[in-house]
């Protein structure tokens, strides 16, 4: 492999480093977390090794060749890190089950030396003087942050991947003229193109799920309250979820595992006080479909501006897939909300412009703005977003502990006790339907139907949904996902459903726009 000045003068003078393979038994792409660490305990991959392998591959591909900016920065200290994890591995053995696993964080996550800024031009050169929770316990578990990625400003957008901060789309590396969905896309991009091996997102309507369909990941959205949020910027904490993106559900149940549990800084962890967190791996186990009885939520996606025919036919065969593995179909399975409703007078609850004020807050001097008005008035946003800006602007938020959010939160929960009860009447282990509509949009179109199904039911329930690969549309080119969605803290169920399900079909295949590098 390079040395550390090589690959330096390579990135600083923009030359697409080629790489030679750490041995003849391991493969960068595709790598997954178990057979990095096979590959270590072998003898064939040192840590330096495999970061300065990423590290090419993001400086072949990122702002050159398919150019799928997806990347806001690299950690300059990438290198001197992995050379310590080696050293510690030497003495020691491996420091825990993300030993040596270079994450893609998305930019609103608070990192340690490395600018979280949201996406926003109002944020450029923030630094926090902590890491949030997630990142601190991926870290506490032997990973490294390799890169920030790329994000929808402030998360609003569940479209498309595109901010103030840097020029220029996100682009799908499955199609270059293709969109990749919500405000995680940068992190499904820099996954799903092997620019490192696993990633952190958020989820507030759907971007930890949308990008993992539209770029053939795993992507898991937990229950609220079985992760912490601290230290991610807010959209909206009444939904905000945050999680991982990775390209086998294998790898992205080792980061739920090691990110899960009560944190004294997001109080809504309190919700999983007393439960005992399961082993999330035993989950991952064959014939986890046979006997179970999944239902087809047509009401998440069956709506006014129709299902694209490829997306039906998608499904149809994902269908009959978990039929031979097993599964009892009930479709369709409906929820019954004719009996639940906002009270329109009620007032807002807290919501964007309460969370976010509150964040700045927080940070004190640190901050470089104090305010959305101060957002607002430096014009530091991209002309996308001003509308959301402006909105949030004239609102009137009420705090956690008025009838407006009392009222919000009983609409939650009665909406929460539909779903478990529609689960218990028809005896399901869970939902299916496919987690968008419409296949990937054309960057830049916002006329055609959107297509995102995952608004709804998981961030109003609160409850767990988890998206793989349902396979591909228009001739085999773009990916398509399969949501499983069932009742509250029962990941376990469902990441055994999904697995199966993963398994059965093995849909995941590289994108050919970023293939592997000349050795």
Not at 7 to 31: C, D, K
Not at 131 to 144: H, N, P, S
Not at 329 to 351: Q, S
Request: contains cysteine; proline residues 6%.
């Amino acid at each position: 492999m390079k040395t550390l000045t090589a690959l330096a003068a390579a990135l600083t003078l923009g030359a697409a480093p080629a790489v030679a393979a750490a041995s003849p038994g391991f493969q960068l792409e595709e790598a997954t977390i178990a057979s990095v660490h096979a590959a270590m305990k072998a003898g064939q991959l040192t840590c330096r090794a495999l970061v300065e392998g990423y590290l090419a591959r993001i400086e072949a591909y990122d702002k050159k060749g398919p150019m799928l900016n997806a990347i806001t920065l690299v950690n300059p200290n990438a290198l001197a890190e992995a050379d310590a994890l080696d050293a510690r591995y030497k003495q020691k053995g491996f420091v825990g089950p993300l030993h040596c696993v270079p994450a893609i964080v998305k930019d609103n996550f608070e990192t340690i030396g490395l600018q979280s800024a949201g996406g926003s031009l109002a944020l450029k050169g923030f630094v926090s003087e902590k890491d949030a929770f997630q990142v601190k316990r991926i870290k506490e578990a032997g990973a490294l942050v390799l890169a920030k990625s790329n994000m929808a400003e402030w998360a609003f957008s569940p479209i498309e991947t595109v901010n103030s901060l840097m020029p220029g789309y996100t682009l799908n590396p499955y199609a270059l003229n293709r969109s990749t969905a919500g405000s995680s896309g940068g992190t499904a991009a820099a996954v799903a193109a092997n620019f490192g091996l696993i990633g952190l997102g958020s989820d507030t309507g759907d971007s930890i799920r949308g990008p993992s369909a539209h770029q053939a990941l795993a992507g898991i959205r937990s229950t609220m309250g079985l992760t912490s949020r601290a230290g991610v910027i807010p959209l909206n904490l009444l939904a905000d979820i945050a999680g991982p993106m990775t390209r086998t559900l294998t790898d992205a149940v080792v980061v739920l595992q090691a990110i899960a549990g009560e944190d004294p800084d997001d109080a809504v962890t309190a919700r999983a006080r007393g439960r005992k967190i399961p082993n999330y791996n035993a989950s991952l186990v064959a014939g986890g479909l046979k006997g179970a009885r999944i239902g087809v939520l047509r009401q998440a996606y069956e709506r006014d501006e129709g299902v694209d025919p490829d997306v039906v036919k998608a499904f149809a065969a994902a269908i009959e897939d978990l039929k031979r593995a097993g599964a009892e179909i009930v479709d369709p399975a409906r929820v019954d909300l004719t009996a639940i409703a906002r009270n329109p007078d009620a007032g807002t609850c807290m919501g964007y412009k309460y969370d976010i004020n509150a964040w700045f807050a927080s940070h004190g001097a640190r901050m470089p703005v104090k305010t959305i008005d101060d957002v607002i008035t430096a014009r530091k946003f991209h002309p996308s977003i001003e509308v959301r800006l402006l909105n949030a602007q004239k609102s009137t938020p009420q705090g956690p502990e008025s009838d407006a959010c009392k009222q919000e939160l009983g609409y939650r929960k009665a909406f929460g006790d539909a779903v478990t009860k529609a689960m218990d009447e028809m005896k399901l282990t869970a939902f299916v339907y496919p987690t968008w509509s419409f296949p990937p949009r054309l960057i830049g179109d916002l006329n055609t139907p959107g297509g995102d199904n995952s608004q709804v039911f998981s961030p109003t329930s609160g409850f767990p949904a988890i998206n793989v690969p349902m396979g591909y549309t228009r001739d085999g080119q773009l990916p398509a996902g399969i949501t499983f969605y069932g009742r509250a803290f029962d990941e376990a169920t469902l990441i055994k459903l999904a697995y199966s399900y993963e398994q059965a079909t093995k849909h995941r295949r590289a994108p050919a726009s970023t293939p592997a590098l000349a050795s």
